[in-house]
């Protein structure tokens, strides 16, 4: 089964988040709304509720009055005023300013278990909640009951149902019993503000949550576009085709692994070039000696039975040209040792004598040359490092200074310390390099004209060679030279390289 892709993984997740988000912040928003909704209607209860209790409580001072200016007294004057209060009570509700609400009167009669309708403005004012009304005559105190509607959220899905407000207001009557004024609200308009919300914040909703998972699917889009760059890439390095470049533009993340990718690829490339150069040059210094050790063993076959001059030649030069072949084996395997070798050993050495010690090897083997050899002549100078590797190196140059270097001239090492660095300085006073050379001579095979026409034997191998060492020790190499002059080779060093690394 293919695994799903991310594209598809993405869209699940924006789809679930843009719910998530959409969803909450929609069902927050319409709480706020319902819960504005709810306590604007129970401010208006309580208006009404003041309203009704006032015009009450003045209806029934008024009727008092109107009873004792008819002269009554005692109970009769109490009754009266009694009646005409419950006459009165009708036209109390039927002014201004409190048509959205309904009522209802009770009063509580003598042997009565609770008290008794005796008006109501509207079929909704009567509401059957006989314990809250008691109650409320009991503790003499308004009482709310309700709203009883459904939960505030309901709303969202169905019509909105805020319920019914109702509080029961205890009145004191003129025939000293206690009556109950009951105000009911029905905050119908309330409900319809909500409903009337419900299908705008839905769309606003729906469109958000489309939005959001468009976006993502863009923004993923181009991440995936990018993406698949890098993978173009990977496969064409796969299939050995270098010269690919990505697109580099944008300052972000996928556009630095492009960087990379790129900067990967020409390594790559360049390496594939410098390889099959190498194994080019190689086959090609080779092919050489083969051909001339061919050409002799033809003229020992052909003559070497009659002339022995001839075969005196001949051997002389295949001894000679073998032993070429050998040499530059040997620098190959030199050479490829040299760049495997990954764990150089670090341990404390004096250079000046390692230095010494190249000059007196080199000094054998360029005996016939009358060549004057200097060395550091003052005492220990101590750095960290693999001593034989560098002084392999050192080896070439000195190498290379004596081979370059005509009768009776003078090859020289210096050392110096500064401060946490070494410098060796290898000096002839040889036939120096031609400055168009210089760029050139660290490269595999690179001889210049020079010493090509001199036939000093030499393959162009020392100096890659050399250089990777210094390199690979952290070290840097340069050259000076001026024709006819001379040649100085500087090798600079830390002295312990483990410190400045770990700094
Ligand atoms: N001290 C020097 N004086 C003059 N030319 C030099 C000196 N050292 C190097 N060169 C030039 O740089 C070239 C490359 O040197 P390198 O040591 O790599 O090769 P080589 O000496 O020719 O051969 P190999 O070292 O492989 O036997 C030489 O051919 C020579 O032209
Ligand atoms: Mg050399």
């Known amino acids: 089964m293919r695994p799903v892709s991310i594209r598809a993984r993405v869209l699940y997740l924006a789809i679930a988040f843009a719910v998530l988000l959409v969803g909450s912040v929609t069902i927050a928003t319409y709480f706020f709304v319902a819960?504005?909704?709810?306590?604007?209607?129970?401010s208006t209860t309580w208006r009404l509720t003041q309203v009704a209790s006032n015009a009450v409580a003045k209806a029934t001072t008024n009727a008092k009055i109107q009873a004792a200016s008819e002269?009554?007294?005692g109970a009769d004057r109490e009754k009266e005023a009694q009646r005409l209060l419950l006459r009165a009570i009708p036209d109390l509700f039927a002014v201004g300013g409190v048509e959205e609400g309904a009522f209802a009167f009770y009063v509580q009669e003598n042997g009565a278990s609770g008290p008794r309708l005796v008006w109501f403005s509207d079929p909704r004012a009567v509401v059957s909640d006989k314990a809250s009304r008691a109650r409320a005559v009991?503790?003499?105190q308004s009482l709310q009951s309700g709203p009883g509607g459904r939960s505030l959220l309901t709303g969202m899905f169905a019509r909105a149902d805020l319920g019914q407000y109702v509080v029961h207001v205890p009145i004191d009557l003129p025939d000293r019993t206690t009556g109950v004024v009951d105000v009911v609200y029905v905050p119908a308009r309330e409900e319809e503000i909500l409903d009337s919300a419900r299908r705008p914040m839905f769309i606003v909703g729906l469109f958000a949550l489309l939005v959001s998972v468009l976006m993502m699917q863009i923004i993923m889009g181009w991440?995936?576009?990018?993406?698949?760059n890098v993978r173009t890439a990977?496969?064409?390095?796969?299939?050995?085709?270098?010269d690919l470049h990505l697109p580099e533009e944008g300052e972000h993340e996928i556009a630095d692994l492009a960087h990379s990718l790129n900067a990967l690829m020409d390594r790559l490339r360049r390496r594939a070039e410098a390889q099959t150069r190498f194994v080019a040059d190689a086959s090609h210094e080779l092919a050489t000696p083969v051909a001339g050790i061919r050409g002799y063993v033809n003229i020992l076959r052909d003559w070497g039975a009659e002339d022995p001059a001839m075969r005196e030649e001949?051997?002389?030069a295949i001894d000679r040209e073998s032993r070429r072949m050998a040499?530059?084996?040997a620098e190959l395997l030199s050479m490829i040792r040299s760049e495997e070798i990954l764990d150089f050993r670090n341990v404390r050495y004096d250079i000046n004598a390692a230095s010494r010690e190249v000059l007196a090897t080199a000094a054998t083997r360029y005996m016939d040359k009358h060549l004057e050899f200097v060395g550091p002549d003052e005492g220990p100078l101590w750095l960290y490092g693999d001593p034989d590797r560098i002084e392999e190196a050192l080896g070439i140059l000195v190498d290379n200074a004596c081979k370059y270097t005509q009768e009776a001239g003078r090859v020289q090492v210096m050392t110096s310390r500064h401060r946490d660095r070494v410098v060796i300085e290898v000096t002839d006073t040889g036939i120096g390099i031609p400055e168009r050379d210089i760029p050139s001579i660290f490269e595999r095979f690179y001889r210049s004209d020079e010493s090509r026409s001199k036939e000093t034997g030499g393959f162009g191998l020392g100096l890659p060679i050399a250089k990777h060492i210094i390199d690979t020790s952290g070290g840097m190499i340069w050259v000076r030279s001026k024709v006819g002059a001379g040649t100085t080779f500087t090798i600079s060093l830390a002295r312990n390289r483990t410190k400045e690394l770990k700094e």
Request: aromatic share 0%; hydrophobic share 45%; proline share 0%.
């Open 35 to 42: 819960d504005g909704m709810a306590r604007s209607a129970q």
């Open 71 to 73: 002269g009554l007294v």
């Open 138 to 140: 009991s503790t003499r």
């Open 223 to 228: 991440v995936l576009s990018l993406v698949e």
């Open 234 to 242: 990977a496969d064409s390095i796969d299939a050995g085709q270098l």
């Open 314 to 316: 001949a051997i002389t």
């Open 327 to 329: 040499r530059l084996c």
